[in-house]
Nanobody
Framework: QVQLVESGGGSVQAGGSLRLSCAHSGSTYSRSYMGWFRQPPGKEREGVAAINPGGITYYLDSVKGRFTISRDNAKSSLYLQMNSLKPEDTAMYYC?????????????????WGQGTQVTVSS
């Protein structure tokens, strides 16, 4: 059974940075597609970024150039470096995993989810 635990959320001012981490407990990490999703209050969950087992990355258009997703297979960990944060980035951020996803940004493609970590950006 895969368990995902996010950390690194917090409150920052616009223009600031945060780094989210996600620890994956299973033995399948290196073969898994990993994604970051976010859900603002009252809105649907949306894909922010994803990375496939080979290291190919995918991003939501609005975060390209500001966010960077990366993975460390030796540590079974996923990261999201978020720079130049904007108030509209405020949301609960979730880590997700599965063996195969298509397309990467669709939440229903992922069977494993973390509990989420809150990111709040003030203007």
């Amino acid at each position: 059974q895969v368990q995902l635990v996010e950390s690194g959320g917090g409150s920052v001012q616009a223009g600031g940075s945060l780094r989210l981490s996600c620890a994956h407990s299973g033995s399948t990490y290196s073969r898994s597609y990993m994604g970051w999703f976010r859900q603002p209050p009252g809105k649907e969950r949306e894909g922010v970024a994803a990375i496939n087992p080979g290291g190919i990355t995918y991003y939501l258009d609005s975060v390209k150039g500001r966010f960077t997703i990366s993975r460390d297979n030796a540590k079974s960990s996923l990261y999201l470096q978020m720079n130049s944060l904007k108030p509209e980035d405020t949301a609960m951020y979730y880590c997700a995993a599965d063996q195969w996803v298509q397309p990467w940004y669709r939440p229903s493609q992922y069977n494993y989810w973390g509990q989420g970590t809150q990111v709040t950006v003030s203007s």
